[in-house]
């Protein structure tokens, strides 16, 4: 089985890939630095100018949990003043090595690839991402890559498939390098015949903002503890490893209702934090739960338009990007200064009734449409100034959560251990990677994990919520309309 990279996952690929973060001077091991040792290599020459230098193995499965796979691979980091350098040896019968596909290809996926992300300065809030994909004959890929400008030199070879890299420092691509710096790194492999997706150090999914180890630029190799302690030390004191404070750091449940059943309703009084739709709810019930103690947010869509929205008349045609076609709304390109004038004006009409805050839906845009981005980013941060004391819920929108995390008070993980099939509507268990959050919430932020299931799965109802739970974040199960409560939810 091929590793899919879906319309989701496209954009994530060259937009999600965040640095991983820390608040523990110890939290780095060791064996998730590697060490780019001072060397020239001339690329397509003799593998021998490769010897001595630390190898590191590309073995971890980008399932989770994360396993050893069968087909070894290894890695190794070189530089001088001119390039980065990066070699790649990889376990494969000659025969079942895919290298078809052209410069060009839109799904280079299907062949196998060697992938690299970097970011180049792991200590920012939200550095840049840049990804890189080549296949075993040396063909690198330009489709939702950072560049080609580099060399390239691929070997297919009796057992194995080899890739030797030259990345030109102080380009338009990559800043020059020093023995000392140190960069964020994340490096796969894929075998489609054995459908293998390794990835080192520690596996998971590719696209993970938080599964990254890191490559120091050294004179010589050596022990590799003392540079983790160092990176360590360095995230805490950064932007990258800041407390973040969270306005519903007290809670221990929440819900998620669409319904109208005054019943339900007047049932969320049982959770700490509920989520509704705005015109599900009268201000008299959103008082009542006030009373009650229990917070309430309303819903508000940040990155499409829905298809009954009273808004669609001042949407300009220009500022639609594509369709939702599972649920009818408009992808909308959220750096248009008129889309985020409306955002403005619903999350104002909404404080004005009452609510605690907002929940931010649709970020997810931004995995489809990379310029949505800042737009989006944008609308989050003015909503903070706007609103200081207001909960900001945010969901998913992993490939922006870097950025927004110091301005919301919690992200939503939806379909974290289960969810529904649009295609074959059924709903079935699945294993969310955690690392996409994870060091967030250790950092203060708080996680909600939804997952969707029906009331006849009590089985699936009770892995969604152990699951989260192991992990530290709160749990709610509910249908995909999420007009249920449901009386099986542990």
């Given at each position: ?5 879906s319309?989701f ?9 965040a640095s991983?973060?820390?608040t523990?001077p110890?939290s780095?091991?060791?064996?998730s630095?590697?060490q ?5 290599i001339?690329?397509?020459?003799d593998?021998?100018?490769?010897d ?10 980008n ?8 087909n ?7 530089w001088?003043?001119?390039n ?18 052209g ?30 994909a ?9 489709a ?7 060399k ?18 102080n ?7 020093k ?13 489609q015949?054995a459908?293998e ?7 998971g999914?590719?696209?993970?903002p938080?599964?990254?180890?890191y ?9 590799a503890?003392?540079l983790?302690?160092t990176?360590?030390t360095?995230?805490?004191k ?5 407390p973040?404070?969270?306005?519903v ?6 819900s ?7 019943a339900?309703?007047e ?8 989520i509704?739709?705005?015109y599900?709810?009268?201000?008299a ?6 009373d ?17 929205s009273?808004y ?6 220009e500022w639609i ?9 408009k992808?909308i ?31 997810d ?6 310029q ?11 909503l903070?100034a ?5 909960v ?22 939806e ?12 709903y ?14 250790k ?7 939804l ?14 919520y152990?699951?989260?739970r ?21």
């Amino acid at each position: 089985m091929k590793r899919q990279v879906s319309l989701f996952t496209l954009s994530v690929l060259t937009a999600s890939l965040a640095s991983a973060q820390t608040t523990s001077p110890d939290s780095v091991p060791a064996t998730s630095v590697a060490q780019a040792v001072h060397k020239t290599i001339t690329i397509g020459g003799d593998l021998k100018q490769w010897d001595g230098l630390p190898l590191y193995r590309v073995i971890q499965s980008n399932g989770v949990p994360s396993v050893p796979v069968k087909n070894s691979g290894y890695y190794s980091v070189a530089w001088d003043d001119q390039n980065l350098y990066v070699l790649g040896v990889f376990d494969q019968p000659k025969d079942t090595v895919l290298a078809k596909l052209g410069q060009d290809a839109g799904e280079w996926w299907n062949d196998d690839v060697l992938e690299l992300f970097m970011r180049t300065n792991p200590y920012a809030k939200a550095p840049a991402d840049l990804h890189f994909a080549i296949n075993p004959a040396g063909t690198r890929f330009k489709a939702y890559t950072a560049t080609t400008e580099y060399k390239s030199a691929g070997r297919i070879e009796e057992g194995r498939w080899v890739l030797e890299l030259a990345f030109p420092l102080n380009s338009a691509t990559l800043p020059g390098a020093k023995a000392g710096d140190v960069w964020a790194l994340k490096v796969g492999r894929e075998h489609q015949k054995a459908a293998e997706f390794p990835l080192w150090p520690i596996g998971g999914d590719f696209n993970s903002p938080n599964n990254y180890g890191y490559v120091a630029f050294v004179e010589q190799a050596g022990d590799a503890a003392p540079l983790a302690q160092t990176i360590s030390t360095a995230l805490g004191k950064s932007p990258a490893g800041a407390p973040l404070t969270s306005r519903v750091s007290d809670i221990g449940s929440y819900s998620v209702y669409y319904g109208k059943k005054a019943a339900d309703v007047e049932n969320l009084k049982n959770y700490d934090l509920a989520i509704v739709q705005p015109y599900t709810v009268t201000d008299a019930q959103i008082r009542a739960l006030h009373d009650n103690g229990t917070r309430v947010v309303s819903y508000l869509t940040i990155g499409e338009l829905d298809k009954n929205s009273p808004y669609a008349s001042r949407v300009k045609p220009e500022w639609i990007l594509g369709e939702n076609k599972n649920w009818g709304s408009k992808f909308i390109d959220a750096a248009q200064p008129g889309w985020q004038a409306i955002v403005a004006e619903q999350a104002a009409a909404l404080m004005k009734r009452g609510f605690d805050g907002v929940f931010l839906d649709t970020l997810d845009t931004a995995d489809l449409y990379p310029q949505s981005g800042p737009g989006l980013v944008k609308i989050v941060e003015n909503l903070r100034a706007t609103y200081p004391d207001a909960v900001l819920v945010q969901n998913r929108g992993f490939a922006l959560l870097n950025a927004t995390a110091p301005s919301i008070d919690a992200v939503m993980f939806e379909n974290f251990s289960s969810a529904y099939d649009f295609g074959k509507k059924t709903y079935g268990n699945v294993d969310g990677d955690p690392s996409f959050v994870d060091k967030l919430s250790k950092r203060g932020l708080v996680v909600l994990a939804l997952d969707y299931a029906q009331t006849t799965q009590p089985d699936v109802i009770t892995r969604d919520y152990q699951r989260a739970r192991s992990y530290h974040f709160i749990p709610f199960v509910s249908t995909i309309n999420l007009d249920e409560l449901l009386e099986v939810n542990p």
